[in-house]
């Protein structure tokens, strides 16, 4: 079954950026979508379709992919971004939505 | 605004059956594809069943497969995941989620607050 890996865990610093990344097979031929889970909330869609910002997502939030990684960049971290991050893409063969494992960003 | 309701979460035995509803409203409910995803508490996001507009479309993760029913009831703007031989593993807050729209890889733009399913003896 396709598989999406996230790091666990990451810390950053107030201001500085975040970086989270998402490995997986063959991300050319699919769209991958960031959520944004805060305790006790459900998930909020961040980034679509690779790079794009749903309305009222803050410019902070961008995204990248390249080759079998994609990458939600959060700049200028702030402590409400402190929450879980998956990213997510439709599998065509196995015709199945995957998520990643979760990455658990804590704000210092 | 779009308002995604779940209800029909509880205790159940192993072996029991359990029948989720989604009540959904803000937008044409008929215009997009629709999702059940869960998640233990404290561990990630699991796809569980997807439908598309018309309902005539499915999709299942293995571990539900022959076991959960996604169906879809446009009339009345409901979205329901019909649950049948449960198991502890199942044991998860079940989302209630909208795609953003009928193309399979779209994504879940939409999701409600989730209904919480206990399988227990």
């Known amino acids: 079954s396709y598989v999406l890996t996230q790091p666990p865990s990451m810390s950053v610093a107030p201001g500085q950026t975040a970086r989270i990344t998402c490995g997986g097979n063959?991300?050319?031929?699919?769209?991958v979508h960031w959520y944004q889970q805060k305790p006790g909330q459900a998930p909020v869609l961040v980034v679509y379709?690779?790079?794009d910002r749903p309305s009222g997502v803050p410019e902070r939030f961008s995204a990248s992919k390249s080759g079998n990684t994609a990458t939600l960049t959060i700049s200028r971290v702030e402590a409400g971004d402190e929450a879980d991050y998956y990213c997510?893409?439709?599998?065509?063969?196995?015709?199945?939505?995957?998520f990643g494992t979760g990455t658990k960003v804590t704000v210092l | 605004e779009v308002q995604l309701l779940e209800s029909g979460g509880g205790l159940v035995q192993p072996g029991g059956s359990l029948r989720l509803s989604c009540a959904a409203s803000?937008?044409?409910?008929?215009?997009?594809?629709m999702s059940w995803v869960r998640q233990v508490p404290g561990k990630g996001l699991e796809w569980v069943s997807d439908?598309?507009?018309?309902?005539?479309?499915?999709y299942y993760a293995d571990a539900v497969k022959g076991r959960f029913t996604i169906s879809r009831d446009n009339s009345k703007n409901t979205l329901y995941l019909q649950m049948n031989s449960l198991r502890a593993g199942d044991t998860a807050l079940y989302f209630c989620?909208?795609?953003?729209?009928?193309?399979?890889?779209?994504?879940?733009?939409?999701w409600g607050q989730g209904t919480l399913v206990t399988v227990s003896s």
């Open positions: 803000g937008f044409t409910f008929d215009d997009y594809g």
């Open positions: 989620a909208k795609r953003r729209g009928d193309w399979l890889a779209s994504p879940l733009d939409y």
């Open positions: 063959n991300f050319g031929s699919k769209s």
């Open positions: 439908t598309s507009a018309g309902g005539g479309n499915t």
């Open positions: 379709d690779d790079y």
């Open positions: 997510q893409v439709w599998d065509s063969s196995s015709a199945h939505y995957v």
